[in-house]
């Protein structure tokens, strides 16, 4: 991962969630927790065989713009941690980014100190009934 500017980079593989030898490394994604899905450049998700499973996907720009794009399913790794998730078919121009629900799935957290991703240690799960209202 590199640093620049108060922003930083991860890199990650992402491979076909049917056939997983399918892969491509991407090595530079902005890490960004505002941006709900991960955008990876059209072409490299092609290249794997990812197919655009949601076409016409309507998102908001930062200036208020409105654009469409396809949205895809595949296998995302960083470091150790890996999810299946939805990502979007970035077009020229676009940033590539690793958004916050991918970073959820691996269960990865910014560590805004140290501008690296750490793990996200324990997840929570809510407790059984059994557990709230034991049987006298």
Not at 48 to 72: H, L, P
Request: glycine residues 10%.
């Amino acid at each position: 991962m590199k640093n620049r500017m108060g922003t930083f980079y991860a890199s990650c593989r992402v491979e076909n969630h049917i056939h997983r030898q399918k892969g491509v490394d991407i090595p530079r994604l902005l890490v960004n927790t505002g941006n709900e899905f991960t955008w990876i450049e059209g072409e490299a998700l092609k290249k794997v065989g990812i197919g655009r499973e949601k076409k016409d996907y309507t998102f908001v720009m930062a200036n208020g713009q409105q654009i469409t794009r396809a949205v895809g399913f595949a296998i995302i790794r960083v470091q150790n941690a890996f999810t299946i998730d939805e990502v979007v078919f970035a077009e020229p121009g676009d940033l590539q980014l690793l958004g916050a629900r991918s970073l959820e799935g691996l269960n990865l957290r910014v560590d805004t100190r140290a501008k690296k991703l750490v793990a996200g240690g324990p997840i929570l799960a809510a407790s059984s009934l059994k557990d709230r209202y034991p049987q006298s």
